[in-house]
DNA sequence: TCTGGGGTCCTAGGACCC
DNA sequence: TCTGGGGTCCTAGGACCC
C-alpha cells in the first residue's frame, strides 16, 4: 500500500518499492511503473493515535523517552537495565546489553498484541544515539540490530557516508571533494583538516566519522520529552489557481490553522515567520519576534502579511505567489494575555467556541472572515468559497510511516 | 533538482551592552 | 569617536530529518 500526496509518493510498500517505486516518485511516475498501484490518502490523526499507544508502551520501561518523529523515539534504558539486575532483591550478574536486547524483545511483541493492526518496529541498541539510531536502519523491517563498543568496526564496512545521520547530500558532496568517499575515509581523515574545511562543523564530522556521537547528543539534549519549539503550515498553490489572488486568503486559512493548533496545544507564541516563493522562484521569508504572545488566527495573520510586505509589494505577493507558509516560534504555556485590543478576550471566547464547533464537524466548518475576505467572495469570488474548494487538498500532520 | 508538508538545529554576522 | 575584550540577543540562511 501506498500514500499519496498531491504529487508524490510519500512511503511505499515492500511490494511497490520492488516496483522502483519510493518515496518521492511522483505519483504519475508511479502509475507507469506499476498501473495496478494503490494509492491511499495520509491520515495524519489516525498515525498520532497509534504513536500515542506505543509511547504508552515505551512508558512502562522508562520515563526517558524522546519522541523523535511520529514513528521514532528514543528510549534510554540504562536505569530500565539496571532495576532488572535485582531479582528477588538479591543483584543478578548479568549483561546489560542482554537486559536491553531483552526488554526491546518483550516491546516488539507487545507491539504486536497492544498495538496492533500489524505494527511492527526495528530497534537498534547502542551506546549512544547517533549510532542506536543507525542500527535500526540496518534491519528493516521489523529487525532488532545491536551495536556494543566493541562492534563498532564492523559497521564500516556496511555504511556509506550518508547512512550517518547528519550526513545528507549536500555534506557528501562536500567531503567527496577532499577525498572522503567513504566513511572509513572520513574516520581517518585529519580533524585539524576537517576543521579547516568546515569550521565547527569539522568538530562534529570527525565526530561522526568516529561513530561516537554528536547527532543531536553532543549538542546538550538529553534523551526526555522535547517540548514543541514551532508550529507552520505551508501551502502550494495550485497552477489553476495561481495568478489569481488568492493569496491572502490562503495565508489567513493557514495563520487560521497554526492558531487553532497552539490553542488545542495550550500554547501561544511570539515568533512569527512568513515565507512566499513567487513564479521566478525567489523566496520571500521572513520571520520576527512579535511584541506579545498570540494564539489568534487573525493576529499571526496581520503580522505574517506585514513582514511579507516589507519585502516585496502586495500586487507582487497576490499575483506570483505558488507557495506560502506561516510558522510560530518561541512558544510557551498560554495564559491569559493583558488585553492588546479591546475586544482580545472576546476573540478568545469566539475561538475556542469554533474550536469546539469545527473539531466536532470538519475543519473550517466555522471560520472567522475578515472583511476583505467577504468583499473578495463577492468581487472575485476568492476567499473562503474559494478555500472550501481547497480544503481537499489542504494537507495537515505528517506523513506518519509505520512500518 | 524537484516533487510536499511538516519540523529541528547550527552558524555567521550585526546590533547593542558593559 | 575611538580605544579592547567580552557577552547576549536577534535574524537570515543553510542543512538535515521524517
Same mark, same amino acid.
Given at each position: 500500500m501506498c500514500e499519496h500526496l498531491g504529487g508524490i509518493i510519500i512511503a511505499a510498500s515492500v511490494e511497490a518499492k520492488r516496483w522502483g517505486i519510493k518515496t518521492g516518485t511522483p505519483v504519475w511516475e508511479a502509475r507507469k511503473l506499476y498501473p495496478k498501484i494503490i494509492l491511499t490518502k495520509t491520515n495524519p490523526s489516525r498515525y498520532r493515535f497509534y504513536t500515542s499507544r506505543f509511547l504508552k508502551v515505551f512508558a512502562d520501561y522508562t520515563d526517558r523517552i524522546e519522541k523523535?518523529?511520529?514513528?521514532?523515539?528514543?528510549?534510554?534504558?540504562?536505569?530500565? @537495565?539496571?532495576?532488572?539486575?535485582?531479582?528477588?532483591?538479591?543483584?543478578q550478574k548479568m549483561d546489560p546489553w542482554q537486559e536491553a536486547v531483552r526488554i526491546i524483545e518483550e516491546i516488539k511483541l507487545r507491539m504486536v498484541t497492544e498495538v496492533g493492526d500489524y505494527i511492527t @518496529?526495528?530497534?537498534?541498541i547502542s551506546y549512544s544515539k547517533l549510532v542506536a539510531k543507525i542500527a535500526s536502519d540496518l534491519q528493516k523491517p521489523n529487525g532488532l540490530v545491536i551495536v556494543r563498543p566493541e562492534d563498532k568496526d564492523s559497521l564500516y564496512d556496511r555504511l556509506v557516508l550518508t547512512d550517518v545521520p547528519g550526513i545528507g547530500n549536500r555534506q557528501e558532496r562536500n567531503l567527496n571533494k577532499l577525498g572522503?568517499?567513504?566513511? &572509513?575515509?572520513?574516520?581517518?581523515?585529519?580533524?585539524? &583538516?576537517?576543521?579547516t574545511h568546515f569550521g565547527i562543523g569539522g568538530v562534529h564530522l570527525h565526530s561522526m566519522g568516529q561513530l561516537e556521537g554528536t547527532w543531536k547528543e553532543s549538542f546538550g539534549d538529553d534523551v526526555i520529552a522535547s517540548p514543541m519549539k514551532s508550529i507552520g503550515h505551508m501551502y502550494t498553490i495550485p497552477m489553476e489557481y495561481r495568478k489569481k489572488g488568492v493569496f491572502r486568503s490562503v495565508l489567513y486559512k493557514?495563520?487560521?490553522m497554526v492558531a487553532a493548533r497552539l490553542r488545542v496545544n495550550g500554547l501561544m507564541g511570539n515568533?512569527?515567520?512568513?515565507?512566499?516563493y513567487n513564479g521566478d522562484e525567489v523566496h520571500v521569508g521572513k520571520g520576527a519576534k512579535i511584541g506579545y504572545h498570540s494564539q489568534d488566527g487573525r493576529e499571526l495573520y496581520l503580522e505574517a502579511l506585514n513582514l511579507l510586505a516589507q519585502t516585496t509589494s502586495l500586487s507582487e505577493l497576490e499575483n506570483n505567489t505558488y507557495f506560502v507558509g506561516v510558522t510560530v516560534g518561541g512558544l510557551v504555556p498560554f495564559v491569559p494575555q493583558a488585553a492588546l485590543f479591546e475586544?482580545?478576550? /472576546? /476573540?478568545q471566547r469566539l475561538s475556542l467556541a469554533l474550536d469546539k464547533i469545527n473539531n466536532k464537524y470538519e475543519d473550517f466548518t466555522i471560520a472567522r472572515v475578515p472583511a476583505f475576505l467577504a468583499r473578495d467572495i463577492i468581487r472575485d469570488s476568492v476567499g473562503f468559497g474559494r478555500m472550501k474548494e481547497f480544503k481537499t487538498t489542504f494537507m495537515r500532520g505528517g506523513q506518519g510511516r509505520f512500518k
Open positions: 523523535y518523529s511520529i514513528d521514532e523515539a528514543f528510549l534510554d534504558l540504562t536505569m530500565a @537495565c539496571n532495576i532488572r539486575g535485582y531479582q528477588n532483591g538479591v543483584l @518496529c526495528s530497534a537498534g572522503i568517499l567513504t566513511l &572509513k575515509d572520513l574516520r581517518d581523515y585529519p580533524l585539524s &583538516k576537517l576543521v493557514l495563520s487560521e515568533h512569527v515567520y512568513a515565507h512566499a475586544d482580545t478576550e /472576546r /476573540r
